[in-house]
C-alpha cells in the first residue's frame, strides 16, 4: 500500500536549535517526493521537492531509497519556522509526470520557541 | 503572482441538503484536484480532473459527489446530500502541465454539517 508516515504530531525546538522532520513513505515505484508547509492562516505551499536537489529558506531534505526516507532538516531553527510540515508523495509517470493524487503523511507541527 | 481561489471560506449546512463548493484554478493550469482534510487527519485525496472529465477518484469520492468545471474558470465540488462525516476542510489545487508534479493549492473551504 502507498503511504507517508511522519511519526511526530508535534516537534518543539527552541530557536538556532538543529531540527529534523522525519518522513518514511512506503511505495513500489518510482515516485516524487515533497515537502509542504503551511504557516498559521496561510494555503498549503511547496517547500521543497527531491528532484530539485536545492534548499529553500534553509532547509534540506535528501532521499534514501534504501531507508525509504525523506526527511527534512535545519540546521538552525528559526521562529518563523513555525508551522505544520507535510510530507507527500506522487507516482511518476513514464517521463517524470504524472496525472496523479499527491499522498500525504499526517503532518508535524514544528514550534521554534525563541 | 497568481493564485487558487475557492469560495466561500467557510460553509455551514444542515445533514441532507445539498453544497457546492468552487474554486478557481491559476488560468493556465490544465490539471485540477480536490482534496479535504477532516479535523486532526490527514489531507486526503478526493478527485483528479483533466481535459473535462474526471481522471481519477478515490473510494471517498462516491455517487454523492460530482465535479464540474462550468466554464473556462470555475471548478466546483458538490455533495449531493451531506453526511456529518463530510465536515472537513476542502481543498482545490491545480497544476500547470503533465511533467510538473507541483500542485498549486487554494486557501480552503471549511464545510460544517450540522
Same mark, same amino acid.
Given at each position: 500500500?502507498?503511504?507517508?508516515?511522519?511519526?511526530?504530531?508535534?516537534?518543539?525546538? =527552541?530557536?538556532?536549535?538543529?531540527?529534523?522532520?522525519?518522513? /518514511?513513505?512506503?511505495? *513500489? #515505484? *518510482?515516485?516524487?517526493? =515533497?515537502?509542504?508547509?503551511?504557516?498559521?492562516?496561510?494555503?498549503?505551499?511547496?517547500?521543497?521537492?527531491?528532484? *530539485?536537489?536545492? *534548499?529553500?529558506? #534553509? =532547509? @534540506?531534505? +535528501?532521499? /534514501?531509497?534504501?531507508? @525509504?526516507?525523506?526527511?527534512?532538516?535545519?540546521?538552525?531553527?528559526?521562529?518563523? +519556522?513555525?508551522?505544520?510540515?507535510?510530507?507527500?508523495?506522487?507516482?511518476?509517470? /513514464?517521463?517524470?509526470?504524472?496525472? #496523479? /493524487?499527491?499522498?500525504?503523511?499526517?503532518? @508535524?507541527?514544528?514550534?521554534?520557541?525563541? | 503572482?497568481? !493564485?487558487?481561489?475557492?469560495?466561500?471560506?467557510?460553509?455551514?449546512?444542515?445533514? %441532507?441538503? &445539498?453544497?457546492?463548493?468552487?474554486?478557481?484554478?491559476?488560468?493556465?493550469?490544465?490539471?485540477?484536484?480536490?482534496?479535504?482534510?477532516?479535523?486532526?487527519?490527514?489531507? !486526503?485525496?478526493?478527485?483528479?480532473?483533466? $481535459? $473535462?472529465?474526471?481522471? &481519477?477518484?478515490? &473510494?471517498?469520492?462516491?455517487?454523492?459527489?460530482?465535479?464540474?468545471?462550468?466554464? %473556462?474558470? $470555475?471548478?466546483?465540488?458538490?455533495?449531493?446530500?451531506?453526511?456529518?462525516?463530510?465536515?472537513?476542510?476542502?481543498?482545490?489545487?491545480?497544476?500547470? !502541465?503533465?511533467?510538473? $508534479?507541483?500542485?498549486?493549492?487554494?486557501? %480552503?473551504?471549511?464545510?460544517?454539517?450540522?
Amino acid at each position: 500500500a502507498q503511504r507517508v508516515t511522519q511519526p511526530e504530531k508535534l516537534l518543539s525546538v =527552541f530557536k538556532g536549535a538543529p531540527v529534523e522532520l522525519k518522513c /518514511n513513505y512506503s511505495y *513500489s #515505484g *518510482s515516485p516524487e517526493l =515533497f515537502w509542504y508547509v503551511q504557516y498559521s492562516r496561510q494555503r498549503l505551499q511547496l517547500l521543497l521537492r527531491h528532484i *530539485s536537489r536545492e *534548499s529553500i529558506k #534553509g =532547509f @534540506t531534505a +535528501d532521499l /534514501n531509497k534504501g531507508e @525509504t526516507s525523506f526527511h527534512l532538516k535545519k540546521p538552525f531553527a528559526q521562529e518563523e +519556522d513555525s508551522a505544520m510540515y507535510y510530507c507527500a508523495l506522487i507516482r511518476r509517470g /513514464n517521463y517524470g509526470g504524472s496525472q #496523479g /493524487n499527491l499522498i500525504f503523511g499526517k503532518g @508535524t507541527k514544528l514550534s521554534v520557541k525563541p | 503572482e497568481p !493564485e487558487v481561489t475557492q469560495t466561500p471560506s467557510h460553509q455551514v449546512t444542515q445533514m %441532507g441538503q &445539498e453544497v457546492i463548493l468552487r474554486c478557481v484554478p491559476i488560468s493556465n493550469h490544465l490539471y485540477f484536484y480536490w482534496y479535504r482534510q477532516i479535523l486532526g487527519q490527514k489531507v !486526503e485525496f478526493l478527485v483528479s480532473f483533466y $481535459n $473535462n472529465e474526471i481522471s &481519477e477518484k478515490s &473510494e471517498i469520492f462516491d455517487d454523492q459527489f460530482s465535479v464540474e468545471r462550468p466554464d %473556462g474558470s $470555475n471548478f466546483t465540488l458538490k455533495i449531493r446530500s451531506t453526511k456529518l462525516e463530510d465536515s472537513a476542510m476542502y481543498f482545490c489545487a491545480s497544476k500547470p !502541465e503533465l511533467s510538473n $508534479n507541483e500542485q498549486f493549492f487554494g486557501p %480552503g473551504t471549511r464545510l460544517t454539517v450540522l
